[in-house]
């Protein structure tokens, strides 16, 4: 391994140029298809992706069923718009705030526009929900129904700003939805033809919105809106907090080393590998995702680690021979081994994420990964090289110059010093607090909650968190999750349907009886299913009915009504038990306590109903038989917009959609209603078998959750148990090889153990930090016990090696931990709580993982002294 | 309002000369070939309501029309009798108009299951008839002193009317375009266009035949170019002249159906 050190050191400006003749042709190779598409469309353009949704694979059931129910029933995604006044006694419902919400309607529907493909894009406006652009159905003067524009133009009085109000709530589509539940607010739903250009439309909405002036809030918020924001922010993000944790590395590096020169080395290896990373990521067509996107934040820390690891080295010796290439080749000699195991251990943590069932995910591992192999092979090479290419001068002053001499070291070094004989005189009371620890922190990790929210991706102050707060105090919920219900497997024989549909027959008008019967036998003959009857019948009665007298030609119009009245019975959702049953259930969801508002087909018939007899309450009921339903449902199609109806079933009535609106968008009260809806399915039988499926961005966000946090689950159960076979490889023993996993072990429980503890979410980032711990704490176990078993051969005992071992080796530890601990703290003050999350818990794990290694394992080496080192006695005589 | 229509119309007759024929005679026309051949008719209808994605509902009903004035060759108040057939739960539906020209159309709806007959009430004709793509105004006829007309090109086959609203605020279009065949006076096509010069709803006479010698449109479509939805609507049996009492008409009939003229 060390032969690619020394062949940069004896060729380090073919090396140099190498790797940078390798960098600027994937810079080229990445960024050329973007910048000149037409001459490179061979290669893949950068693209970017927010979609959650994509957390899932494209053919992945819940999705394509997802997409497929969206244009069954006609769903868009869409952006919220809720509008306010604080300044008014009756909120916005006074006549100069209409005329605003009214202006902002007529805006909205023209944000569209053709793309690059000719197609419209932008605000889909027939089908935009506002107080403008939705029916009013109400009893008119002298015993009519009126069908009216909710507000057909912006009223001149009070009264009038009033009446629409009262009108609205009277409506259960709107109450709650395009009314407030105080009757203070409106809101506005704006469908879109893509979740892409909802950051455009909200902007456009956003600016509009800021030109009228006055006392009304406007909020833009619904989860396609936080979702495609957030994309934005990611790049600012990206671009911001990626420097500025390189800088404040770079800082702490200069600190330790103050040598400018030698310390851009380490730069240099960690801007390359992301190049390398980040660069085939994108040649490889793959999509820059909320998750790659955080690729060279993982990255860069781990590509210094390494170059640390040597500088520190080369720091503690160069003065002591004066001669580079000898200290090189010393350290190089020392450190090649664990620097090699740790590279693989980290990659091999990574790696296990091409386990889970999360596309993202698996192209996250695989290139931090990658990024982490590359980081290795230009360590290795470009820092010796570039070491041997310094002129003699730079290097005059660089490194410690008595390193035993305590007078000199700094107070980290001081600090490191003073903690070996403490480990060595403490040893039993730190392996009792870690006893400890371990406890608590196991009651922790057994409260932890699931859950993630994508609106919650964003700080408190965020618009769109507080947009989402405030619709969600004064409306039915701004999330939306959709059950769809299908009948199941019929239960009634054909043979029951056919002596029905003949005892029918035979009960209508005397005249033809007999010769209905007759054909009814004739054709009944052999055939095995009621459709088939239906179709034969309906020929022959056809044919009979076009022949008949005036006498006998209503029997058999009549005849063949029965026909299509038996067909009736397949449409399930007409059916009035049916509806009185779903409107049942529509009461206990809201008694479950996760949902606002809940809309369905039995909602448009009972207000119809209520209607055509006037607005009289008890008539807001399911009227009783199959064509009243069907009478009234017609009646509500004589609307502005008869085809609001096909969101709520199909036009064969045989797929029903519930709107069910959710005041959360946590996944873990989705997941309770989920179970709560479960619960009531098996507990009341549906007058006939029914089928019922979620779908919506709300439920699809849990399944994706789900699926990974059993993946994360697994996949980090898998590489803990390579890495501990790689462990037990490297130190060719099992003894070893268990310790070494020890401080990773005792990091990551106290971690979740505090996540719980304090009531953290384990979400996205939380669950892939795992195995960055894994990754990244096994790395500093490796360096100690390496070095640990290489100076004990050397010294006549454990008392001593300690001593050893808290010099140089413990002070490159710790180094390290505060280099790449502190260099994540920017991400800190990042708008976007995943990154916060993130820096948060990269600078704990390295701080508890240095920690852990540096009391922990010589705590136990302490204890178990003659078992570990017995081989080691051996090999000395 | 009818005589400043008129001067518009004038002026306009002075601007454009080459146009052989008057604005107003050439709206009447063809409002009196869509709405008002023979005294008196009936039409079987099939109505064919797709979606964009091919779904498809159907709706079968009986059209009785009765003028008003029995001069065949006026065009004033009309009464129409709609009765539904298909499908099976609308069955008996009918749906009544007494369309005035001097005043708003009296409009009832009779559901039988329900055994309810509802007036509906005046204003706004402009909603979908029975969730078809057609509006109610557009079955019973928009009322030509609605608009301003101006004849706007002549073709060979066709003269083009522009039609604008006198009370904008009363329709959801900006204006509408109408090509009349110059030998039948059948209004073939009728454009509607938003505010931006957009065409969103399109009308068309797919077939027309001669029915007892009058030129009868025997097949039409509506598209919402928005949504790509549209309605075919096609008319079997049409007969003109059939002679149908006044008194059918009335809200005593709703109930009961003349079964043998619906036949």
Not at chain 1, 181 to 194: E, F, K, N, R
Not at chain 1, 626 to 651: C, E, I, K, M, Y
Not at chain 2, 212 to 218: D, E, K, S, W
């Amino acid at each position: 391994m060390q032969f690619l050190s020394e062949t940069s050191v004896r060729h380090p400006k073919v090396t140099v140029s190498l790797i940078g003749v390798m960098a600027i042709v994937t810079i080229l190779l990445a960024a050329l298809p973007s910048v000149m598409p037409e001459v490179f469309s061979f290669l893949h353009p950068v693209s970017v992706d927010t979609d959650p949704e994509n957390m899932l694979a494209k053919d992945e059931p819940v999705r394509v069923f997802h997409n497929e129910m969206k244009s069954t029933f006609r769903l868009y995604d869409m952006i919220v718009v809720g509008v306010t006044n604080p300044g008014n006694d009756n909120g916005v419902f006074n006549p100069e705030s209409l005329k605003k919400v009214f202006e902002l309607a007529e805006a909205v529907k023209e944000m569209r526009w053709k793309n690059a493909d000719g197609e419209m894009e932008g605000v889909v406006d027939v089908e935009l929900m506002a107080p403008s652009t939705v029916d009013n159905i109400q009893p008119g003067s002298l015993g009519t129904v009126q069908f009216e524009w909710l507000m057909p133009e912006p009223p001149t009085t009070q009264e009038e700003a009033l009446s629409i109000r009262d009108k609205a709530k009277r409506l259960p589509m709107f109450d709650g939805t395009i009314v407030s539940d105080s009757g203070d607010a409106l809101a506005l739903y704006v469908p879109l033809t893509s979740k892409d250009v909802s950051y455009q439309v909200a902007t456009k909405i956003e600016k509009k919105a800021s030109e009228f002036g006055g006392t009304e809030e406007f909020y833009v918020t619904g989860l396609p809106v936080a979702q495609d924001t957030f994309g934005v922010e990611m790049f600012v993000q990206m671009a911001v907090s990626a420097p500025l944790a390189m800088l404040l590395i770079f800082i702490l590096m200069w600190i330790f080393f103050r040598q400018i020169t030698i310390i851009i080395s380490p730069l240099i290896v960690a801007m390359v590998s992301v190049i390398m990373s980040m660069g085939l990521l994108v040649i490889n067509g793959n999509t820059i995702h909320i998750m790659s996107s955080m690729i060279p934040i993982f990255v860069m820390p781990i590509a210094v680690l390494d170059s640390v690891h040597i500088l520190s080295e080369f720091f503690d010796r160069y003065q002591k021979s004066k001669d580079r290439y000898k200290t090189l080749s010393l350290v190089m000699d020392e450190l090649s081994a664990p620097m090699f195991y740790t590279s693989l251990t980290t990659c091999a943590g990574f790696a296990s994420l091409a386990l889970t069932p999360i596309p993202p995910v698996q192209v996250f591992g695989i290139y931090v990964s990658l990024g982490v192999f590359f980081a290795w092979i230009f360590t290795v090479t470009i820092v010796p090289a570039y070491i041997a290419l310094l002129p003699e001068s730079s290097l005059q002053g660089f490194g410690l110059t008595h390193s035993e001499d305590e007078e000199h070291l700094s107070w980290m070094g001081r600090a490191v010093k003073a903690l070996g004989p403490f480990t060595y005189n403490y040893a039993k009371p730190i392996l009792l607090l870690v006893v400890i620890l371990g406890v608590i922190s196991a009651y922790g990790i057994s409260q932890i909650t699931i859950n993630d929210n994508p609106v919650k991706w964003f700080t408190k102050t965020h618009k769109i968190r507080v947009a989402d707060r405030v619709l969600n105090e004064k409306f039915a919920g701004t999330y939306m999750a959709y059950l769809t219900l299908s009948p199941g497997e019929a239960t009634t024989s054909f043979e029951v349907q056919k002596n029905h549909l003949r005892e029918k027959l035979s009960a209508l008008g005397e005249n033809v009886v007999p010769q209905i019967l007759a054909e009814f036998d004739k054709q009944a003959e052999g055939v095995s299913n009621r459709e088939e009857l239906l179709a034969k019948l309906k020929e022959q009665f056809s044919e009979q009915l076009d022949a008949a007298s005036d006498e006998t030609f209503e029997a058999w119009e009549d005849a063949m009504l029965a026909l299509e009245t038996e067909k009736l019975d397949l449409e399930v959702f007409k059916q009035p038990e049916v509806l009185r049953y779903i409107a049942d259930f529509q009461k206990y969801l809201l008694e479950t306590g996760y949902v606002g508002k809940s809309n369905s087909l039995a909602d448009v018939v009972k207000t119809v109903h209520r209607e055509l007899y006037l607005g009289e309450q008890e008539k807001f009921s399911i009227p009783d038989s199959v064509q009243a339903v069907g009478q009234t449902l017609v009646t509500f199609q004589n609307s502005h917009r008869p085809n609001d109806l096909w969101h709520f079933v199909t036009s064969d009535y045989r797929t029903t959609n519930l709107w069910i609106q959710l005041k959360s968008g946590d996944n873990k009260d989705m997941s309770a209603l989920v179970s709560a809806v479960e619960k009531y399915f098996a507990e009341h039988a549906p007058p006939q078998p029914l089928n019922h499926n979620w779908f919506g961005l709300t439920y699809i966000n849990v399944v994706w959750q789900q699926k990974m946090v059993s993946g994360m689950l697994e996949a980090f159960l898998g590489s803990f148990i390579i890495v501990l076979i790689m462990m037990v490889f490297l130190f060719r023993s099992l003894v070893w090889g268990v310790l070494s996993m020890i401080p990773l072990t005792v990091t990551i429980a106290i971690m979740y153990g505090i996540l719980g503890l304090i009531g953290k979410d384990y979400d996205m980032p939380v669950a892939v930090l795992s195995s960055l711990s894994l990754g990244l704490a096994v790395d500093y176990a490796i360096h100690f016990l390496a070095r640990s078993r290489h100076l004990r051969a050397q010294y006549s005992s454990w008392k001593e090696t300690v001593e050893a071992m808290f010099g140089e080796p413990g002070r490159a530890i710790a180094r390290n931990v505060i280099v790449i601990g502190v260099g994540f703290m920017p991400l800190l003050a990042a708008p976007l709580v995943p990154y916060q999350t993130v820096g948060a818990l990269i600078s704990a794990i390295l701080l508890l993982a240095g920690i852990a290694t540096l009391l922990i394992l010589p705590a136990i080496l302490r204890l178990i002294e003659p078992i570990a080192f017995s081989n080691i006695r051996k090999e000395e005589r | 309002m009818y005589w400043r229509s008129l001067f518009v119309l004038i002026i306009l007759g002075l601007a454009t000369p080459g146009f052989a024929i008057d604005v107003h005679e050439l709206v009447e026309k063809a409002n009196f070939t869509s709405y008002y051949q023979g005294n008196g008719g009936k039409a079987k209808v099939s109505m064919v309501i797709s979606d964009k994605g091919g779904a498809t509902r159907n709706r079968d009903f009986v059209i009785l029309r009765r003028d008003d004035d029995q001069d065949s060759a006026k065009t004033g108040d009309q009464k129409f009798f709609v009765y539904f057939t298909r499908p099976a739960d609308v069955n008996k539906t009918v749906f009544l108009v007494h369309k005035k020209v001097e005043a708003d159309d009296d409009r009832w709806l009779y559901l039988p299951a329900l055994d309810l007959v509802r007036r509906i009430a005046a204003g706004d004709k402009r909603t979908s008839f029975v969730g078809s793509h057609f509006f109610y105004e557009d079955v019973s006829g928009r009322n030509p002193r609605e608009d301003e007309h101006e004849l706007v090109e002549e073709t060979s086959n066709y003269y083009v009317l522009k039609s604008t609203p006198k009370n904008p605020k009363s329709v959801e279009f900006a204006y509408y375009k109408n090509w009349i065949h110059k030998k039948t006076f059948i209004p073939v096509k009728t454009e509607f266009y938003e505010a931006n010069g957009e065409p969103y709803r399109l009308y068309e006479a797919v077939k027309v035949e001669s029915v007892q010698g009058f030129p009868t449109v025997t097949q039409s479509r509506m598209s919402d170019l928005k949504t790509g939805g549209k309605t075919e609507m096609s008319y079997g049996e049409v007969q003109y002249d059939i002679g149908i009492p006044d008194d059918i008409f009335t809200e005593r009939y709703l109930r009961n159906p003349p079964r043998k003229l619906l036949r």
